[in-house]
């Protein structure tokens, strides 16, 4: 097994720099400069002189040639210095960490949500096929895939504040800071990822646990005189739930995409707010750096789901 | 001897979107206590539903046992509630799957799925279950059984893990076993020696034993008694000696006759049964053979015949017996 963990690991390393590639060049093709947003300044009332503009670009390396620009941020990131941010002047490290509990709890509290809800609701609704759960049940899953979240959230803060006249307080607050105050802010935010992904997790349990229900397997486990709860819990849900951790790995990546958005919507200062300032002014250290990180934490999912994988499966070794 | 076993006019059902089948219509058996009943016929014949049946595992939708009764040990299995029918599964009645490959769940090592039912059934700590369990292995003759109890079913060949089924479905101490095809999935050296093992385990430990299965030879050798099923009914039933000697339906007789045997001229050509199993759901009117028979007359076709005498015991459901009976 460790010898498996230091071989994906190697592995990963090409990834990690395809990617990097990928997202360098991306930024640089992409039309928008950011020494002109900087000469205009954020509310664009300075004056884009060419001189200013051409000013900056020296002072940020980017009249440079590519491969050098590109080199010199490799270089940089691999001591661990990712630069500053052409706005602020702070260091990326320091705007990455100071809003990375936010963004690291939003979207384990929606996987939590997601799993909690949607692993039980695809049991309950395989075990009661075609009744009137499994309708119901069906029904919410495709409407929750269907809507769009922005759109979820929006009308869940039009509905909380127009019916309870309550709307998720402002200020942000890290847990450990004011766990009350983090919670009714993360809360709403989450509650939406989290239906969203229970949406995708109800599904794939559904289809998962119906296949494994007309097994061989579950006929024997019967056949001992086992009963229902007992067959479905230590006999079925093990093995239906092999695919659906298998896919969670995907699914949790679109549930990081999705923080962008509801970072945005409720406006929480977390690294998918971060993202698309970035990337609306083109700073790019600072959206470099939280690709990478986005990469790395595709890449490490991978991993830990490929070993909790061969844990629920004897079968998979991986020597 | 008392016996065990009597299922009276047993009919299991399933809903099809084209039409009902009748997958057991009016079966009616008897088994005595340590004795072996094979069930015997072509697939589809109703032999495997007959079985599950009587465990009560007909999946539900779309499978339904409609009428009859089974009553085992004295008790009404079908009046029985769930709960109480899950202490009898198991415990009362084992049962051994033809699909050694797939009826082991894969996610749970051997010693789980022996030591369940030994905790359920006979209160059994996971200690003495694991002990148990270990002593279960070692009778069915799995070799270096402790260490074997904490492997994977993919770690034993198809053979041991039939095997293991034999060693889970004799856990319990049961009264009867069912052994729906047991060796079908098997390797023809591996037959004999799983058969074996079961004819002697239930032998010895005074079990009654229900064999399905369409292998003859393994009725001959090992049954006491044989029902022989076409489309959802018994069409000929007797002691294995009564129907090797004298069968009398021409399906019997259709049967014995495809299998190639060695004390035969090797010039005699094989003489099968002509055309294909009915349709379950839309079976022709009278005998459910009589398309395929060649002792078929006008009778045939609008009367459906019932299980008449034709010896001490021996039955055969068909109006042709005597003609049967004088062509061989």
């Known amino acids: ?319 | 001897m008392t016996t065990l076993l009597e299922v009276q006019d047993l009919r299991t059902q399933f809903t099809t979107d084209e039409a009902l089948v009748k997958a057991v219509d009016g079966v009616s058996f008897t088994l005595e206590e340590g004795k072996t009943l094979a069930l015997v016929g072509e697939s589809g014949c109703g032999k495997s539903v007959s079985a599950l049946s009587v465990m009560r595992l007909i999946p539900w939708p779309p499978g339904r046992i409609v009428s009859g009764s089974i009553v085992f040990d004295g008790v009404d299995l079908l009046a029985l509630r769930e709960h109480e029918m899950g202490r009898i599964r198991g415990k009362e009645i084992g049962m051994v799957f033809q699909e050694p490959m797939t009826s082991l769940n894969p996610v749970l090592t051997i010693g789980r799925q022996l030591t369940e039912a030994l905790e359920l059934h006979l209160g059994m700590s996971r200690y003495d279950a694991n002990q148990r369990a270990a002593e279960l292995l070692r009778q069915v003759g799995i070799p270096d059984a402790e260490s074997r109890l904490a492997q994977y079913p993919h770690q034993f060949s198809g053979g041991m893990r039939q095997r293991v089924m034999i060693a889970m479905a004799i856990s319990c101490n049961p009264k009867l076993v069912i052994a729906d095809e047991p060796t079908t999935a098997l390797d023809v050296t591996i037959q004999a020696q799983v058969l074996e093992l079961m004819k002697e385990l239930t032998q010895r430990l005074g079990v009654s034993l229900i064999i399905i299965t369409h292998n003859l030879g393994v009725v001959a050798r090992y049954a006491d008694d044989v029902n022989v099923m076409y489309a959802g009914k018994i069409i000929e039933r007797g002691s294995a000696a009564q129907v090797y000697a004298n069968p009398s339906h021409p399906y019997t007789l259709g049967l014995l006759k495809s299998v190639p045997r060695l004390d035969q001229p090797k010039t005699e050509s094989l003489d099968p049964i002509q055309g294909q199993p009915p349709d379950l759901g839309n079976l022709p009117p009278g005998c459910a053979f009589q398309p395929r028979c060649r002792y078929a007359v006008e009778r045939c076709t609008a009367d459906t015949p019932i299980l008449e005498s034709v010896g001490d015991g021996h039955e055969a459901a068909c109006w042709q017996i005597a003609e049967v009976a004088a062509a061989h």
């Open chain 1, 1 to 319: 097994m460790g010898q498996y963990v230091l071989r994906r690991a190697i592995l990963a390393v090409p990834t990690i720099f395809a990617s990097t590639l990928v997202v360098f060049l991306v930024l640089r093709v992409l039309p928008g400069d950011v020494a002109l947003f900087i000469a205009l300044g954020t509310d664009a009332s300075g004056v884009a002189d060419e001189a200013a503009i051409e000013a900056i670009r020296e002072e940020l390396g980017l009249n440079r040639p590519l491969p050098v620009q590109y080199f010199v941020w490799i270089g940089n990131a691999l001591r661990g210095e990712f630069g500053e941010s052409a706005f602020t002047h702070r260091t990326v490290a320091y705007e990455i960490t100071s809003r990375l509990p936010l963004t690291v709890q939003l979207a384990l509290m929606g996987q939590i949500l997601a799993f909690a809800i949607g692993i039980p609701l695809g049991i309950v609704s395989a075990m009661r096929r075609d009744k009137a759960v499994d309708t119901i049940s069906r029904f919410w899953s495709i409407l929750f895939l269907a809507m769009p979240q922005f759109w979820v959230a929006l009308m869940l803060l039009l509905f909380t504040s127009r019916v309870f006249n309550w709307s998720p307080p402002l200020g942000y607050f890290l847990l450990w800071e004011h766990p009350g105050n983090n919670m009714l802010q993360l809360g709403p935010a989450a509650l939406v990822l989290g239906v969203g992904g229970a949406a995708i997790a109800a599904r794939m349990t559904r289809s998962s646990m119906l296949e494994v229900l007309g097994e061989d397997y579950i006929r024997t486990a019967r056949a001992k005189g086992l009963m229902p709860g007992v067959v479905i819990i230590r006999h079925a849900l093990r093995n239906a739930l092999i695919p659906v951790i298998s896919l969670s790995a995907v699914t949790f990546a679109f549930l990081l995409a999705g923080t962008v958005i509801l970072e945005t919507v409720y406006s929480i200062p977390g690294l998918g707010s971060l993202m698309l300032t970035s990337i609306r002014t083109r700073d790019y250290e600072v959206i470099q750096a939280l690709v990478l990180i986005s990469v790395v934490v595709v890449i490490l999912l991978n991993l830990v789901v490929d070993i909790v994988y061969a844990w629920l499966d004897p079968r998979i070794s991986y020597s």
